[in-house]
């Protein structure tokens, strides 16, 4: 008897699947498809999480910045308000800046006009820029702008391109005089304010003429070119031909040869005669060994320098230190802060304080300690790395913490052909205390600190942030008003 197969279990009908929620009639109408409202998925959530807030800390941080900025511009906007006489210059100070190592110039630039330019002119200041592409640039500048103001004291005769000044001689026949006051350096990076240093010592303490074994002296010394010889001038001429010339040779498309032209030995000839073109920067004028030799120009202020700043220059380069890149890309209203105090100190100028001689528990671990012996030593060879030297100025050791961010680069021995160049940022700063004391420094006047507070507490209260200024731009909101009775306590005497 064939068996019966068991009988299936009897599966539970499908409930029926639920309506769909018919479409917004609107959404239908322009023709949309009907969205659903659902959580992301697991990778949509990740994505959104990371650009979100990297896109909000970005924005924060720009904002943050910006106000940061406008606090120190607004400290030094009362300065733009004053009055000064037609004839007169407006103050100008000198910026130096230098290409950082292993980049080029274009950091610095793109660093001054965004920390540094504004603060300028929110202070209605002038200001003329000294750059450097590379090494020894800045210092050779600054050596040769301190060499031209002791000629034009009369140390030395002018140059033949100095003295016919156009924009002096305009000046002067106009009545236009130079502001009074001091005027101030800004130097911008450490790598910049080593060639500062170098610089004003080798012009106020270096001759004004290159010495004899300087090359541009032997450019100038040496004789006019021998004259050349017979086989390099004379012209190579053909024999003259005997055959006859018809009509028809006349129309032939052959052009015909030019029988003047110089043959290419005397090209040659002519580029070996050539004087050689003197490289640039051009080697100082007085090694650093030797400054205790030389004396004082008469020209040389009896007292102080106008006083300078150095004003941090971060600047980082390489793949490994992408984080550290990040975390400064992000963080950027830090360095307008810091950078903003620093230049309305300079913009301000209302205190400045000398350089002071450093304890030795204040000189920095990763300075190497002092020598002398060593750097007598090193005295024939100007660009061997010396050590520090024995009196520890301040002056040596200002943002030193920048030294061990530089590109591995700048540590490479040069080529033979520079091998005439000054290694400026790896050698030490070497001062002499006659220059060094004629230093100063400028520093933020301690009786700006409460109204700086007070300019910062203002714009808080103001409620300048990103939703505040859409509400005032549409007209949502006012800008709160500040009545009468509440600036009675401000008046002070010299306003009755």
Not at 301 to 321: A, E, I, K, T, Y
Request: hydrophobic residues 30%.
């Amino acid at each position: 008897m064939a068996e019966i197969p068991p009988a299936e279990p009897e599966v539970a009908p499908k409930p029926p699947p639920k309506p769909t929620k018919p479409p917004n009639p609107v959404f239908r109408m322009l023709g949309l498809p009907n969205f659903r409202l659902k959580l992301p998925s697991r990778n949509w959530l990740i994505f959104l999480s990371i650009t979100g807030g990297f896109t909000s800390t970005l924005i924060y941080d720009r904002r943050q910045k910006k106000l940061a900025q406008q606090k120190w511009c607004r400290v030094v906007e009362h300065i733009a308000h004053e009055t000064m006489p037609t004839n007169q210059l407006p103050r100008k100070i000198t910026v130096f800046l230098a290409a950082p190592p292993g980049d080029t110039l274009r950091p610095a630039r793109e660093y001054f006009r965004e920390f540094v330019r504004p603060v300028l002119v929110a202070g209605a200041m002038d200001w003329e820029v000294i750059e450097g592409r590379r090494e020894g640039d800045v210092r050779a500048k600054l050596a040769e702008r301190i060499r031209d103001r002791r000629r034009r004291s009369g140390e030395a005769p002018l140059l033949e391109d100095e003295s016919d000044d156009m924009v002096r001689a305009l000046q002067t026949r106009a009545g236009t005089v130079e502001f009074p006051g001091m005027a101030g350096d800004l130097v911008i990076g450490r790598h910049a304010w080593k060639e500062y240093i170098r610089g004003l010592h080798e012009g106020w303490l270096g001759p004004l003429d290159p010495p004899p074994e300087h090359p541009e002296a032997q450019l100038l010394s040496s004789s006019t070119p021998e004259l050349l010889t017979d086989s390099q001038t004379q012209i190579q001429t053909p024999p003259p031909s005997t055959e006859t010339t018809t009509p028809n040779d006349k129309m032939s498309l052959t052009p015909p040869t030019d029988t003047t032209s110089i043959p290419e030995d005397k090209k040659e000839g002519d580029k070996q005669n050539e004087p050689p073109k003197p490289k640039w920067p051009p080697p100082p004028y007085i090694l650093a060994t030797s400054y205790s030799f030389s004396q004082l120009p008469p020209s040389i202020p009896p007292n102080d320098f106008d006083p300078s700043l150095p004003l941090p220059f971060p600047h980082l380069l390489g793949f490994l230190n992408t984080p550290v890149r990040i975390y400064r890309f992000l963080n950027k209203r830090r360095l307008a802060d810091s950078t903003g105090r620093e230049v309305a100190s300079i913009v301000l100028a209302a205190s400045s304080r000398p350089y002071r001689i450093l304890d030795p528990s204040e000189i920095p671990p990763s300075t190497p300690t002092p020598s002398t012996s060593d750097t007598e030593a090193d005295a024939d060879n100007p660009t061997t790395t010396t050590t520090t030297p024995a009196q520890p100025y301040e002056q040596s050791h200002v943002l030193h913490t920048e030294e061990p961010s530089w590109h591995k680069s700048i540590y490479k021995p040069l080529p033979e052909t520079d091998a005439h160049r000054e290694r400026v940022w790896l050698n030490p700063v070497i001062l002499d205390p006659r220059i060094a004391d004629r230093m100063r420094r400028f520093e933020f006047p301690s009786e700006e600190k409460e109204r700086v507070e007070q300019i910062e507490k203002e714009g808080r209260e103001r409620g300048t942030g990103a939703w505040d200024g859409l509400s005032m731009s549409l007209g949502l909101k006012r800008e709160k008003e500040v009545h009468g009775w509440e600036t009675v306590g401000d008046v002070s005497e010299e306003d009755i």
